[in-house]
């Protein structure tokens, strides 16, 4: 894996050593770890989170019990309350799910709330990125936080529509 990274990142040096194109490099999480919005964002949604996940634990814990009970009382009921019973204990245990997939499946309330109060932080620092790169001359900004990756380019780089005519399509 580091050897195709390795291998990405002199391709696309090679590249821009040889359009003359000027780059730098940043780390944008270590950017947003100075900022103190945004670890103030991290604390509430670690907080959030956590109250969620206790809250979806309790529930699970209850459908323990219930089922533990129902074990325990089986084989004195009969098949009439052995399906109630088991069918409370399904509804329960489903309703504990339902509640941990909109709280932090894809899109849920965990990522709603990470997109309400993160990206702001995450769009200032992005601006400034633009904004340093530009006034300094930087065609391209790559970020090494997370593996070496594109987080800005100038525009006039950007070269989709000449492939597009290419292709015979125009805008």
Same mark, same amino acid.
């Given at each position: 894996?580091?050897?195709?990274?390795? &291998?990405? $990142?002199?391709?696309?040096? !090679?590249?821009?050593? #040889?359009?003359?194109?000027?780059?730098?490099? +940043?780390?944008?999480?270590?950017?947003?770890?100075?900022?103190?919005?945004?670890?103030?964002?991290?604390?509430?949604?670690?907080?959030? !989170?956590?109250?969620?996940?206790?809250?979806?634990?309790?529930?699970? /814990?209850?459908?323990?019990?219930?089922?533990? #009970?129902?074990? #325990?009382?089986?084989?004195?009921? &009969?098949?009439?309350?052995?399906?109630?019973?088991?069918?409370?204990?399904?509804?329960?245990?489903? $309703? #504990?799910?339902?509640?941990?997939?909109?709280?932090?499946?894809?899109?849920?309330?965990?990522?709603?709330?990470?997109?309400?109060?993160?990206?702001?932080? /995450?769009?200032?620092?992005?601006?400034?990125?633009?904004?340093?790169? /530009? &006034?300094?001359?930087?065609? +391209?900004?790559?970020?090494?936080?997370?593996? +070496?990756?594109?987080?800005? $380019?100038?525009?006039?780089?950007?070269? &989709?529509?000449?492939?597009?005519?290419?292709?015979?399509?125009?805008?």
């Amino acid at each position: 894996m580091k050897k195709i990274v390795l &291998s990405i $990142a002199v391709v696309v040096f !090679s590249a821009l050593a #040889a359009n003359a194109q000027r780059y730098c490099v +940043i780390d944008s999480k270590y950017i947003l770890d100075k900022l103190i919005e945004y670890k103030d964002a991290q604390t509430r949604l670690d907080q959030t !989170s956590k109250t969620w996940q206790t809250e979806i634990d309790t529930r699970m /814990q209850e459908v323990d019990k219930m089922y533990k #009970a129902y074990q #325990a009382e089986r084989a004195m009921l &009969s098949d009439d309350l052995r399906k109630k019973r088991e069918d409370e204990i399904v509804q329960k245990e489903k $309703a #504990a799910k339902d509640l941990q997939k909109q709280r932090f499946g894809y899109e849920g309330d965990l990522f709603k709330e990470r997109q309400k109060l993160v990206k702001p932080i /995450q769009d200032k620092v992005y601006n400034a990125v633009q904004k340093y790169a /530009q &006034s300094k001359g930087f065609d +391209i900004v790559l970020d090494k936080s997370g593996g +070496i990756t594109l987080f800005y $380019a100038d525009p006039k780089l950007d070269k &989709s529509d000449d492939v597009l005519k290419l292709l015979g399509i125009n805008k």
